[in-house]
């Protein structure tokens, strides 16, 4: 548990509470799954507001300095900020009014406060996007991933070759790894399939150590990826071969 990090969000309620055009603060993530916090979580939340007063929070920081001074703040979508209070704690936050909360996906989070007599669901109206993946289709999908990455990293593009290996194809294999016929646990995080699989799928964490290196291994890393392919899918000796080479 990070007591700094619950300080501050209970801090940011009594301020947010204090405006009347504020009508509700959604704390997200770890700041609503708190046995999730630990020293290096941040804070997540939604600042819910009046209709017509979206514009303010956003271009205002008062209510943020208000807590602590800030060190940096950067406006990274239309709906919201990433910011760096003076202390080290650091928040990834948006602003809606109920008609817009209702019209983006969310994790299930957890009401700091809401206003009296004001309906304001925790859970989202639109559904989660799910990142699991069938096995037919991840796998191919990585196999041709490791072929046209080969085929750039030969080609002098490594960078390129390397983040559709490492990161495109790695991806694909990650997909797979949930059982997509039960419902996804709340562990996972359904956009961004890669937070907590060390803890989730330990089983995978020895296989990742060969799967990402530097560039100059980047052949190693893909002959590795190839082999995991090979013992879970029929793969064409064509396919094999053209791979193989590329990596020679």
């Not at 060190?71 to 209070?85: E, P």
């Not at 809401?114 to 991840?138: E, M």
Request: charged share 25%; glycine share 4%; aromatic share 8%.
């Amino acid at each position: 548990m990070n007591t700094q990090l619950l300080n501050r969000l209970e801090r940011l309620t009594e301020v947010l509470r204090q405006d009347p055009d504020c009508l509700g603060l959604l704390a997200l993530g770890s700041a609503a799954d708190t046995s999730r916090m630990d020293a290096y979580s941040d804070l997540d939340f939604f600042v819910i507001v009046k209709d017509g007063t979206v514009q303010r929070f956003l271009n205002e920081d008062t209510w943020l300095t208000s807590c602590a001074p800030l060190a940096y703040r950067f406006r990274n979508t239309v709906d919201g900020h990433k910011a760096l209070w003076e202390d080290g704690i650091y928040a990834e936050y948006a602003v809606f009014d109920i008609s817009m909360l209702s019209r983006i996906p969310y994790t299930t989070g957890r009401w700091c406060f809401k206003r009296d007599g004001i309906t304001l669901p925790d859970q989202p109206h639109k559904p989660l996007p799910d990142p699991r993946q069938s096995v037919d289709f991840a796998y191919n999908e990585a196999l041709t991933n490791l072929l046209v990455g080969m085929m750039r990293y030969r080609r002098g593009e490594r960078v390129a070759g390397a983040r559709l290996i490492q990161v495109h194809a790695i991806d694909r294999i990650l997909a797979t790894l949930d059982d997509p016929s039960v419902p996804l646990s709340t562990s996972v995080d359904p956009f961004s399939l890669d937070r907590r699989i060390e803890f989730r799928h330990p089983e995978i964490v020895p296989l990742l150590e060969d799967f990402l290196v530097d560039l100059d291994k980047l052949p190693q890393a893909t002959l590795a990826l190839l082999t995991y392919l090979q013992a879970r899918m029929s793969i064409p000796e064509a396919m094999v071969q053209r791979i193989t080479d590329l990596c020679d």
